[in-house]
């Protein structure tokens, strides 16, 4: 078994930033992506960004040339830094984990994280 414990959400202004981190624990060595989903009001859950072990990324486009996931393997870290935030980026921020390259069926979950971007 995998636990994430996530940290780092907040209210923000829009333009600011915040930054999420996930520790994970447990059977490290059967997870390979790791990434943040979000989930707002009324809308579906979408993967934001997928970090592989070897560091291979990817983002949805709404977050391109905003947020930056990486991850520190020595730590079983990944973080999310959120730049330029916007009241639309308001949601639900949970951590991820899966054993392939991209995070888009993961076998576990961290409880999430609240994110607020007042305008």
């Known amino acids: 078994q995998v636990q994430l414990v996530e940290s780092g959400g907040g209210l923000v202004q829009a333009g600011g930033s915040l930054r999420l981190s996930c520790a994970a624990s447990g059977t490290i060595f059967s997870i390979n992506a790791m990434g943040w989903y979000r989930q707002a009001p009324g809308k579906q859950r979408e993967l934001v960004a997928s970090?592989?072990?070897?560091?291979?990324?990817i983002y949805t486009d709404s977050v391109k040339g905003r947020f930056t996931i990486s991850r520190d393997n020595a730590k079983d870290t990944v973080y999310l830094q959120m730049n330029s935030l916007k009241p639309e980026d308001t949601a639900v921020y949970s951590c991820a984990a899966g054993s392939s390259r991209v995070v888009t069926s993961p076998s576990y979950w961290g409880q999430g994280t609240q994110v607020t971007v007042s305008s």
């Open positions: 970090i592989s072990r070897g560091g291979t990324t």
